[in-house]
């Protein structure tokens, strides 16, 4: 029999975050681990009266298989690193649910890759990237991606596989008897915030790791209620593409493409890096920075929200919603919030708040120390 919370996450995902309709084309894409959660998605979705597509990994995507990623990387040449996968254009432009389960076997896998492989694969699939975030803004894509516990993921967690099988039920409430009336509740919280913060104009983030200023004139938060990330749990914006200046210095490692980039930290002038070092794996940070133009900007502000994401696990879905932090994304800004920014890579970078950090708004305190204060 399947575990209850495994079947209360597809019926998450299905039910509430993708909201899947009778006759909607619904793309699964898996690696071979998350069998398990796929079969009981694939279930949902034929309940729903929809068409599933079960997908095994494209390359392109973010739930690669490793081996496969891999052969390419290490065997393929120019032309192949840039052919754009047909199945997955097609997917993006044109279906009406996309469903990524994370559920990798390796992590690392794709480490010793040489980057500028890696950024001229990302290069080519630019156009992939603003074909999904257009479909995303206009809701004609509706969205989730999702992670199925493995032993390589409790691994990098620190984690025996129970620990971290508990860890991430818990963190999308399918331990829970009601995990969507769970999810409205973190909706009708941030959606309070995110009203305040409706037509506010400047942002100061100060504490011993960052010294920032931004502008959201225009911009638009959106409320990350697990819609579109399971778990979720965060507030984020498009900052003025040339409004930042100052500097900060990320608390945690950056993990990327296989590799891990640790004690990054960032210089702003007029929106754009104009300082970047790490004090592991600096290459490939400067590398990534080169993709394009649009990689230098800012393209998501965001506060994180979740307080049962309490650790850093080394995995970004989750990492990045950690209670007490702020992230910052390099690269593609979402349309909707406002952004403009356009680039081949998203890249998500946080900083721990809780000693310390505030962030103040229109020049008033809206954050202190990992705890909202309005």
Known sequence: ???????????????????????????IFHQPAGLPLVREIYREVVRAGAYPYVLLGLLRSRVE??????????EGNEDQLQHVHRFEKIVRSEFDVMINVNSSSNTRVLSNVDPAKQSLRSKAHSELMKIFMRRSASGDLRWVITLFPTTAYAQDADMNLSEFEDFVY????????????????????????VDWLDGKRSVEVRGPNVDLKLSIDGRKFINSDGTHNMPSGEIFTGPVE????????????AIRGGREVAGIELHFEAGKVVKASAEKNEDYLLRMLETDA??????????????????FIKNILFDEKIGGTIHMALGAGYPETGSHNESAIHWDMICDMRDGGEILVDGELFYRSGEFQI
């Open 65 to 74: 298989v490793e081996d496969l990623a891999y052969i390419l990387f290490t």
């Open 242 to 253: 040339d409004s930042l200046e100052g500097w900060i210095r990320y608390s945690y490692p």
């Open 1 to 27: 029999m399947a575990d209850a919370r495994v079947v209360n996450l597809a019926k998450t995902l299905v039910q509430y975050s993708t909201r899947v309709q009778p006759k909607d084309e619904v793309a």
């Open 294 to 311: 649009g990689a230098k900007y800012v393209g998501e502000f965001a506060v994180g929200t979740n307080k049962r994401i309490n650790r």
């Open 170 to 193: 818990g963190t999308t409430f399918a331990d829970q008897d009601d995990p969507v009336a769970a999810w409205q509740a973190v909706h009708d919280e941030q959606q309070r915030l």
